[in-house]
């Protein structure tokens, strides 16, 4: 059972470049999020999803997309990147409304150069 | 508007002794709280959770307590030790929202 997964685990961009977060849960989980993390700041929600079809935004989602073809993938994509999206990603799923499980990826760690 | 609020960004107990590691919430909206963990290269884990009808849970060595005049919660570990270094996060939600707000982190070291 490999839970949820993030790839790449690590990248450097270039300011104008774009490029796609893979993450992957195989718990048949509805609900799935990503959310960034900054230096001394907490997990910002980006986007989220309840399931296949639905997403919503989150407290930041300014420069991402996100879609929700199936329940296990939710991919977000950064279009222009910039300095400012610097940061660790973790996507996370979970069962409906069960808020203890929320289950984490080990994070991506982007740089924009 | 950091609704979550960990004001101590770091804290160094000696092991044996008790870890306390405070998180304040602004939202009165806010009744579900978890505390989660995280190590170097990893994602956040659960560690425990309480209901806005507690006031205290407790699971072995950790134990969350909330006062929710104050809008302030904590978590306790006894006896602390050296696995137990790491960063906590605590963070908070309603039932309709089904989303996590979380607080800033707070890194726990525990000398041996």
């Known amino acids: 059972n490999a839970g949820v997964t993030q790839t790449p685990k690590f990248r450097i961009l270039k300011i104008g470049q774009s490029m796609t977060l893979q993450c992957t849960q195989d718990m048949n989980h509805n609900y799935m999020y990503w959310y960034r993390q900054d230096p001394g700041m907490g997990l910002k929600l980006i986007y989220y999803?309840?399931?296949?079809?639905?997403?919503d935004k989150g407290e930041v989602p300014n420069g991402y997309n996100v879609s929700r073809s199936t329940t296990e993938d939710f991919p977000l994509r950064l279009e222009l990147a910039a300095p400012s999206q610097t940061s660790v990603y973790f996507c996370?799923?979970?069962?409906?409304?069960?808020?203890?499980?929320?289950?984490f990826g080990s994070g991506t760690r982007l740089t924009v150069v | 508007d950091q609704q979550v609020k960990q004001n101590s960004p770091s804290l160094s107990v000696q092991e044996g002794r008790i870890s306390i590691l405070n998180c304040d919430y602004t939202n009165s909206m806010f009744d579900y709280f978890l505390w989660y963990k995280k190590y170097p290269a990893e994602g956040p884990t659960f560690l425990i959770s309480i209901s806005s009808i507690k006031d205290k849970n407790e699971d072995g060595r950790f134990t969350v307590f909330l006062n929710k005049s104050a809008k302030h919660l904590s978590l306790h570990i006894v006896p602390s030790q050296p696995g137990d270094s790491a960063v906590y996060f605590c963070?908070?939600?309603?039932?309709?929202?089904?989303?996590?707000?979380f607080g800033q982190g707070t890194r726990l070291t525990i000398n041996p």
């Open positions: 999803s309840v399931g296949a079809g639905i997403t």
């Open positions: 996370a799923s979970s069962y409906d409304r069960e808020l203890d499980g929320y289950t």
């Open positions: 963070a908070a939600s309603d039932w309709r929202a089904q989303k996590l707000v």
